[in-house]
């Protein structure tokens, strides 16, 4: 599972429960402890930003090592994992840019790159590499007209759903677990009606924006940024075990020699296959002949067939082998073959006529049977079989 290659860390998981926490305070109390608070954990939330970012940098590194490595069989994965990366940088900036509009309506002081931070200021790097400190990180009234009124929450929110359907566009259906996990991260749905405080209908934008400080504001984004690259990770893990997903794994190799046929008529060419086979020993596929399962061994299965009367005959099959995905397929295939009755070839090697009393050479064949496999006899003579004739 994708989900599985990037899990929260213990120090993703406290920085959660702070922003929860802290979400739930607000309702209480907008002290300048909790504006502190908001501002610790907005820091903590920006760190770990870059270290997904860092880790998300070396999946699609290792993407343009198998690239070179493998075009062929990466090219689809790679172009699905550049189209994630692209959606993701888009997402990112737009929330970003909420972010500094949000910090320019409320007011803000531009600090010089070499001029060292305040560690009571809450400060934003923006897009541009300027870093503007908040001049007054408890201001309620501009996130909630930014945000709710002029529903720049309610874009944000589309952008958010439309990333999540992208997402999961590039998962098989099969996934479930991972499906769940992208919808858990950026779920865009209204919270259930609380009628234990009164039944009060809320919208994802009013849960998340509405009459909070500036502080809480910016710190709620930085979490979505977080959700969106805790996706992207998800993601390209994901769509890097594809690469290798249906492929088989072999552990025995050996030389195979497939002829046209081991009799060959005298005049004629002989023909044959030869290719290096792969076989794994730890599973045998499942072969039907004829729509009956045969034994199989040392991954083989034997087809006999006693002939009785001559005729252009044919048989099928289908071989079943599961991938390493679990995934079962089949491959179906089909021969003929002919028989023919034997003919029997008989000529004089010296003279057209028998001699009572002499040799008389005379050469007898059947095609596609050795000569020491024939048995002749006649009537008022003796057949001697001399040499290979």
């Keep these: 599972m994708a989900s599985k290659n990037c899990p929260e860390t213990p120090r993703q998981k406290m920085i959660n429960m702070m922003y929860i926490v802290l979400t739930a305070m607000l309702a209480l109390n907008v002290a300048a402890e909790v504006l502190d608070a908001f501002k610790i954990v907005n820091v903590s939330l920006l760190e770990t930003f ?31 994992a550049d189209y994630v990366k692209l959606h993701t940088d888009n997402i990112i900036a737009f929330i970003s840019t909420i972010k500094e509009e949000l910090v320019t309506k409320s007011g803000y002081k531009t600090v010089g790159p070499n001029v060292p931070l305040n560690q009571k200021d809450f400060y934003l790097a923006t897009l541009g590499g300027d870093t503007l400190i908040l001049s007054r990180p408890d201001d309620l009234n501009v996130p909630s007209e930014f945000l709710i009124t002029q529903k720049k929450a309610t874009e944000l929110k589309e952008e958010i759903k439309k990333f999540r359907s992208e997402l999961i566009s590039l998962i098989d259906e099969s996934d479930t677990e991972l499906i769940e996990t992208i919808n858990s991260a950026l779920d865009t749905s209204d919270p259930p009606i609380n009628y234990r405080e009164g039944g009060e209908s809320k919208s994802w934008e009013t849960e998340r924006f509405l009459d909070n400080p500036l502080a809480a504001s910016l710190t709620i984004l930085s979490k979505m940024q977080i959700d969106v690259k805790n996706s992207e990770a998800n993601l390209i893990n994901y ?150 004739a």
């Design 239 to 388: 769509l890097f075990s594809q690469i290798d997903a249906g492929s088989f794994l072999f552990n025995k190799l050996g030389a195979q020699v497939i002829p046209n046929s081991n009799i060959i008529l005298q005049g004629d060419e002989y023909i044959a296959d030869v290719f290096l086979a792969a076989e794994d020993t730890t599973q045998q596929p499942e072969i039907l002949i004829n729509n009956k399962q045969v034994p199989v061994r040392d991954g083989k299965a034997t087809y006999r067939v006693t002939t009785s009367e001559p005729g252009i005959f044919s048989w099928s099959g289908l071989i079943k082998y599961k991938t390493p995905g679990g995934v079962i397929k089949s491959y179906p295939f089909r021969q003929e073959y002919q028989v023919t009755q034997p003919s029997v070839t008989m000529s004089a090697t010296r003279m057209n006529v028998f001699y009572r009393g002499l040799d008389n050479p005379f050469d007898v064949g059947a095609g596609g049977i050795p000569h020491e496999n024939l048995e002749v006899t006649m009537t008022n003579g003796r057949v001697l079989q001399r040499g290979d």
């Design 50 to 80: 870059k270290v997904v970012d860092m880790k998300n940098a070396q999946v699609y590194a290792r993407f343009e090592q198998a690239m070179a490595e493998n075009e062929t069989r990466v090219k689809e994965w790679k172009e699905k």
